[in-house]
């Protein structure tokens, strides 16, 4: 949706006010406020509404919540005289007063079949890890560089026909030279691997930024792919110019030493051993169930299938214990580059504690919560805007 309001528009999902179509700068947590302010328009908004959105449930002062309404008025040529666009309601909240008209500025999606506009082609290209491990990698788009560290399971073929991925990718294309790859043992890179561990994943990750010929990049971690960067970032500071973690973990299931934790997950990898290869694809639906519970019948479908084709039932349970063993708590101190961290409230997969954990520890972290469920944002999911739009802001800053 776009919000056309007085002189100025207000596009979410490209994070830009606009006035006369010139874009206004703004911070993120401004422009997250004036979103959620023009979003709720028919009520007023408390304070404490404002701090579990913007600021994720943080203790902030008023001084601070008063300096970003400030902000978000003078970007509106507003004032706490005039109150124009944004009221200030004593002692109940703040309200935006102004007229706004809406419009959809979203074309019917495609098929997934089809071809989307936006995303150019992709080069895959092939290097070795220290150990001689044959890892593919993928790069598209121009811009700045921005490298995806792997996550569970990925091929780089069939992603970028995924109804899944292919949002996430695109978006990524959009702005940035992105960089991503397939981890040792699935998708396209060599599948008879004997080292399943941190630092081969770490190792993966070294080998495609030195092949493709990247000096200094902003790193993207996701699920296991936070400790990952987490890891390299504390050993190539000089390489990151920011690294931003969504739905990460210091520690696996196995690490943190719940004995329920710990339990799940042995099934699971029994599941994985016994099942994942048949053609009935009931034992795959019980992890897609777990990473977005709330996807579409066609998101899970495609989800299930990449499992089955992405590597074999031995290669996925032996990542899943090496995945639940991982712990990097004590890198998360050391951790020098400027951070972002993001997590979803019900995360289905990793518990959002884990996520506040790596806010909490690592020095000067950005935290944002987010609302929702799945493991893996979705395009058709309302924080998916908020989402793209904090990950932007604070790479291109």
Not at 33 to 46: F, I, P
Not at 121 to 142: E, L, M
Request: net charge negative; glycine share 6%; aromatic share 10%.
């Amino acid at each position: 949706m776009i919000y056309h309001f007085a002189e100025f528009s207000l596009h979410p999902e490209q994070c830009e006010l606009r006035r006369g179509g010139a874009p206004v700068p703004l911070e993120p947590q401004v422009f997250n406020l004036l979103v959620y302010l023009v979003e709720n328009r028919g009520r007023v908004v408390s304070k404490d509404d404002l701090i579990a959105t913007v600021w994720g449930g943080r203790i902030v002062s008023d001084a601070t919540l008063s300096s970003r309404i400030s902000a978000a008025r003078h970007a509106l040529d507003d004032s706490g005289e005039a109150q124009r666009v944004i009221r200030t309601m004593p002692r109940l909240g703040f309200r935006f007063v102004a007229e706004v008209a809406v419009e959809d500025d979203g074309a019917p999606e495609p098929a997934v079949e089809e071809a989307a506009p936006d995303l150019p082609d992709q080069t895959v290209r092939f290097c070795r890890a220290a150990d001689g491990v044959s890892i593919a990698y993928a790069t598209s788009g121009k811009g700045p560089p921005l490298v995806k560290a792997a996550n569970w399971l990925s091929h780089l073929e069939f992603d970028w026909e995924s109804p899944v991925w292919r949002p996430l990718m695109s978006a990524f294309t959009r702005d940035f030279f992105f960089v991503r790859y397939d981890e040792r043992g699935n998708g396209l890179s060599d599948w008879a691997v004997a080292d399943f561990s941190l630092d081969a994943f770490v190792a993966d990750l070294e080998a495609v930024v030195e092949a493709a010929g990247i000096d200094r990049f902003a790193l993207y971690g996701e699920s296991h792919g936070c400790p990952v960067s987490i890891a390299y970032a504390v050993r190539h500071p000089e390489r990151v110019s920011r690294l931003v973690l969504y739905g990460g973990f210091a520690q696996g299931a196995r690490s943190r030493g719940s004995r329920i934790d710990v339990a799940r997950e042995e099934a699971i990898t029994t599941l994985v051993r016994e099942g994942w290869g048949q053609d009935n694809p009931a034992f795959r639906q019980i992890f897609t169930s777990q990473l977005m519970p709330d996807a579409t019948a066609e998101q899970m479908g495609w989800f299930n299938d990449l499992q089955r084709k992405t590597t074999s039932p031995e290669n996925a349970a032996r990542l899943r214990i090496a995945i639940d063993e991982i712990d990097v708590t004590e890198l998360l101190s050391q951790v020098r580059v400027p951070t972002l961290v993001l997590h979803r409230r019900g995360d289905s997969r990793q518990p959002f504690e884990e996520g506040r954990r790596l806010g909490a520890m690592i020095p000067d972290a950005q935290f944002v919560a987010l609302e929702g469920r799945n493991h893996i944002i979705l395009e058709h999911e309302p924080e998916w805007p908020r989402f793209l739009c904090e990950v932007r802001q604070f790479v291109l800053d």
